[in-house]
């Protein structure tokens, strides 16, 4: 029902910013709550931020302040804003989509994932 695209990685220097984007396709997204999720080489596939379909949005205790979601419905995409960036930022990035999730946090609330975008934030 979904499929969705990762852009806007790349490198960058610490405290600098970063802004990715995730293209969807499939009339039902705006009926879809969206997840960033992020994993670095050696760890398990992180929660970073999810934004359900009424806006109501959620971080991680170690981007909050750092990193805003957000979506526009309308035009079918997703963003994540990714400002004070650290070297443990470091991630391969991925957008995801579900319906009818109970818990933004796990991985395996999650139906739809991006290819994921490299994030690399040197020191």
């Known amino acids: 029902q979904v499929q969705l695209v990762e852009s806007g990685g790349g490198l960058v220097q610490a405290g600098g910013s970063l802004r990715l984007s995730c293209a969807a396709s499939g009339r039902t997204f705006s009926a879809y709550a969206m997840g960033w999720f992020r994993q670095a080489p050696g760890k398990e596939r992180e929660f970073v931020a999810a934004?359900?379909?009424?806006?109501?949005?959620l971080y991680a205790d170690s981007v909050k302040g750092r990193f805003t979601i957000s979506r526009d419905n309308a035009k079918k995409t997703g963003s994540l804003q990714m400002n004070s960036l650290k070297p443990e930022d470091t991630a391969v990035y991925y957008c995801?989509?579900?319906?009818?999730?109970?818990?933004?946090?796990?991985?395996?609330?999650?139906?739809?994932w991006g290819q994921g975008t490299q994030v690399t934030v040197s020191s």
């Open positions: 934004i359900s379909w009424g806006g109501n949005t």
């Open positions: 995801a989509a579900a319906s009818g999730i109970a818990t933004y946090t796990l991985v395996t609330s999650y139906d739809y």
